[in-house]
């Protein structure tokens, strides 16, 4: 009878709830090591069980009655708490890539692998879902980040990596809620209180596989009657769950066909074969028969090549189709001679790396009563030594009002709570708003929205957060995470804006802010970016907006550079402008409402313009012709200044784009054109009735923003001047001065 022993930690009683029997064990740990104090072995009186599912909870109920009191005996105390495990037959596994994709390249943090595991689990549950009777409650008792992804190559960690997408292969286990109360209540019925409940791949790894080797790729097959459980270790952790429903009573199934013999009978015909020898029976019409252990399992090799055959394929499809290093069989029903090298076949494995694990990995087990120490107690000790690992049992919280049970693992947390409760998982993380994506001179830029508040979260009043672990009782009330602001900016925004424009107006240094170009439109400082807008910042003003701005008139004469200029001219950084403040006309603002334009003179400006030079005509009769000359003096003038701007604020190009461009003259066009060649490509000019050598600015596409100071103009291989005249077929190169 045992007794207390010196040194002996929390007392642990663990139920294994098979097809054929309960197993019972009673122990503790001390000293790294697990004590075994009793053990007792029941079986079903009857097929209250069948493939590791409960089908009469009155009947399992009876058999734990007897192994709890067989084992109170032993031990002289009573037994209240128990540890079970759940069958391979009633764990759902879902496998599942899930991908996450951020508006642009960030450093990943450890709560950015939590969201992406998050949204995992909501996927893997959303596809279970359509496979499963939507009618039928499961819970989702643990999940294992396999691989992780870093903008589609395979990464081993994701954290501290930069990276636009990440990436995860997971895989979730779900349980039944009816199979869970079936558990619970045949253990209720034999007066116990299930104080741990785990799974049987779990628990049987805690013997089979020690955590020193579970960074090989092993596989772990626990053989029982009704099922074949499978896992799959890797990098130090459980990455694959599998069950196949065939195990060691389809074999007795086959010795019932061929013996004429009840189930029982066949089962003890089974067992005789393992002992070898000659086994006696008595068939079902009462004659004595006999059978050696050879015929029984030459009976039994077609069975047991069609046993292995699925579980070698779960193995392969669990592993990434490929073999593993090493098989390790535990349960009964692998005990069966022949079992383990038909699977290392199968596998394509060294038949001595696929073997039976029992009395050789339970060095750490210390038996102080008769006991079994083969390959059946791995499971059950298993089950008692996960009641260290961890805690489980299903508890009852609050969440939002409503009821909530979950499978406790330990490690609770609200966000467990909130994946139950099919919380969306965008509602537990905050979001941002939409960025804004836009261009500026030409290149892409993206600017994102601002971040949303965090779910807002208590715990029995207190605040808390996702991580928050939770307890049995605890009243959580969950209040989702907002979306950010979407991305808003104006164009005052931009760094390119911040700089203002320097120019000299009659002698006084002025700063003009910097205006863009938005989609071919001249907009203000205060314009709201949209999104896919093309913005080109402006690096000049004309003459007339910089009247507007200042509210000058623009009656008397304009220089720009000491060089007679009209209001369309443009005015580029640290340009002098002159106008005539004492001349009679009116302000900008007295003019009719702009029409956004800025390269068309303003028709009432146009029409003062037009009766002045009339009025000159009348004034000067003799000298008409010099009138008209004089109109085209300003028009070159005009054009002049546009050259010289090139010289302030030039950009290196050394070769000339002929794409055709409107005329910017603000003139009515006419009908001539001639066309000329410009560093041997043929361009046409249009829109005048005679053209000069800065013309050709108008009609190319050349960057004057080099910021080089010399331009050189040919015309006919002779340096041309700005005002020179241009015919048809004259060569013309234009290039910048190394």
């Not at 009641?387 to 009852?396: G, H, K, L, R, T």
Request: glycine share 8%.
């Amino acid at each position: 009878m045992a007794g207390v022993r010196d040194n002996q930690g929390q007392m642990v009683f663990g139920l294994d709830i098979g097809t054929r029997s309960i197993v019972g064990t009673v122990g503790y740990q001390a000293n790294g090591q697990f004590h075994v104090l009793a053990q007792r072995i029941k079986e079903h009186e009857t097929r209250a069980m069948l493939d590791g599912q409960i089908h009469d909870i009155g009947k399992v109920g009876e058999t734990i009655s007897v192994v709890k009191k067989q084992l109170e005996e032993d031990l002289s105390r009573s037994l209240s708490e128990v540890c079970i495990a759940a069958a391979g037959r009633v764990l759902r596994t879902v496998t599942t890539h899930v991908e996450k994709e951020f508006e642009a390249e960030q450093e990943i943090g450890d709560e950015d692998i939590y969201n992406l595991s998050m949204t995992g689990i909501e996927q893997a549950y959303d596809e279970f879902q359509k496979s499963e009777h939507p009618d039928l409650k499961f819970y989702c008792v643990g999940y294992t980040p396999m691989r992780y992804y870093m903008n589609g190559y395979q990464i081993g960690n994701l954290e501290g990596h930069k990276a636009k997408t990440i990436g995860c292969d997971l895989i979730a286990t779900f349980l039944p809620d009816d199979v869970v109360d079936g558990l619970y209540k045949s253990v209720e019925h034999a007066g116990l209180h299930v104080t741990n409940l785990t799974l049987e791949p779990i628990a049987a790894i805690q013997v089979a596989i020690p955590e020193k080797f579970r960074l090989l790729n092993l596989a772990l097959v626990d053989v029982g009657a009704g099922t074949s459980d499978i896992s799959i270790t890797s990098d130090g952790a459980i990455v694959a769950y599998g069950m196949i429903p065939i195990a060691g009573d389809s074999l007795t199934n086959v010795i019932v066909q061929n013996c004429l013999v009840d189930f029982d009978m066949a089962e003890h015909i089974k067992r005789g074969a393992l002992e070898g020898g000659t086994i006696e029976f008595t068939d079902i019409m009462g004659l004595p028969q006999t059978i050696t252990s050879e015929k029984v399992l030459e009976i039994l090799d077609e069975a047991i090549d069609q046993m292995t055959d699925p579980v070698a394929e779960e193995i392969m499809r669990l592993n990434g189709d490929k073999p593993v290093s090493a098989v390790f069989v535990v349960g009964g029903g692998g005990m069966i001679p022949g079992y383990t090298e038909k699977l290392s076949k199968k596998l394509g494995i060294m038949k001595e790396r696929v073997a039976i694990r029992g009395e050789d990995v339970m060095k750490n087990i210390i038996f102080e009563t008769d006991a079994r120490k083969d390959s059946m107690m791995v499971t059950p000790i298993g089950i008692c030594l996960s009641y260290y690992e961890q805690s489980n049992n299903f508890i009852f919280i609050t969440f939002n009002d409503t009821r909530l049970k979950l499978y406790d693992n330990g490690r609770l947390s609200v966000s467990d709570a909130a994946i139950q409760m099919e919380v969306a998982n965008e509602d537990l993380f905050p979001k941002r708003g939409k960025a804004l994506t836009f261009t500026v001179n030409g290149k892409s830029r993206i600017v994102r929205g601002t971040a949303g508040e965090a779910a807002v979260i208590t715990i029995n009043g207190d605040p808390a957060d996702l991580y928050t672990q939770i307890h049995s009782g605890d009243n959580v009330v969950f209040q989702a995470s907002t979306v950010g602001e979407d991305a808003d900016v104006q164009l005052s925004d931009l760094p390119e804006l911040q700089n203002p424009l320097h120019v000299v107006i009659n002698g006084k240094a002025m700063e003009l802010p910097r205006s863009a170009d938005v989609n071919k439109k001249t907009e203000q400082s205060f314009y709201h970016i949209q999104e896919n807008d093309d913005i080109v910042i402006r690096n000049y003003y004309t003459v007339q907006e910089i009247a507007k701005y200042l509210d000058l008139p623009l009656g008397g004469e304009i220089k720009v550079n000491d060089t007679k200029a009209v209001v369309t001219t443009k005015v580029y950084e640290d340009f002098t402008l002159e106008l005539d403040l004492k001349a009679k006309g009116p302000g900008f603002n007295d003019l009719p409402e702009d029409d956004g334009s800025y390269q068309e003179v303003k028709d009432a400006t146009a029409a003062r313009l037009a009766k002045e030079e009339a009025e000159r005509e009348a004034a000067e009769k003799e000298e008409g012709a010099e009138g008209s000359e004089e109109s085209e003096s300003a028009e070159g003038a005009e054009n002049a200044a546009d050259g010289a701007a090139g010289k302030a604020a030039a950009a290196s190009e050394e070769t000339v784009k002929t794409t055709v461009r409107q005329p910017s003259s603000g003139k009515i066009p006419t009908n001539l054109e001639i066309t000329v060649m410009v560093n041997g490509a043929p361009v046409t000019l249009s829109g005048k009735e005679e053209y000069v050598f800065v013309d050709i600015f108008d009609f190319i596409d050349f960057d004057l923003n080099s910021g080089k100071t010399k331009i050189v103009t040919l015309k006919n291989g002779a340096q041309a001047q700005y005002m020179e005249s241009l015919h048809e077929g004259d060569e013309l190169k234009i290039y910048w001065d190394e």
